[in-house]
């Protein structure tokens, strides 16, 4: 199930929220001081492309709450809304909810990445 799921998320949205991982990632390489970051949405992006079967445990320290309030002005919050946006969508019909449950994951997650750990 976690094959099929994977296979049609990746056509009805997931690459498309994964394109915007992976353009807040090149923004963020543009400094040096970004580049960890940026790395850290180019792996957040994989998760973005195939959700189904993992899970996302939160925990962190002071550096992850800096760096999470850092994201959550510059990327977090329009990550955030693009993944709630297509949550609310897909919700819209029986079938697609399993999917804006997945959009609903990755939205919590757009919001706080750091401190994040994908099981």
């Known amino acids: 199930m976690k094959l099929l799921g994977n296979i049609i998320w990746f056509v009805f949205g997931g690459f498309i929220s994964a394109i915007c991982w992976w353009i807040a990632g090149l923004l963020w390489c543009i400094t040096v001081v970004g580049i960890p970051v940026g790395v850290q949405c180019f792996k957040l992006s994989v998760l973005s492309l195939f959700p189904f079967g993992k899970e996302v445990k939160y925990e962190g320290g002071a550096v ?23 949550g609310c969508l897909f919700c819209i019909t029986i079938v697609g909810i399993p999917f804006g449950k997945q959009f609903f994951k990755i939205a919590k997650l757009s919001l706080a990445p750091f401190g994040a750990k994908i099981e």
């Not at 992850?64 to 990550?79: D, H, K, M, P, R």
Request: no cysteine; charged share 5%; glycine share 4%.
């Open 64 to 86: 992850s709450f800096l760096l999470n309030v850092i994201w959550f002005l510059v990327s977090g919050l329009e990550l955030a809304l693009v993944n709630f946006f297509f």
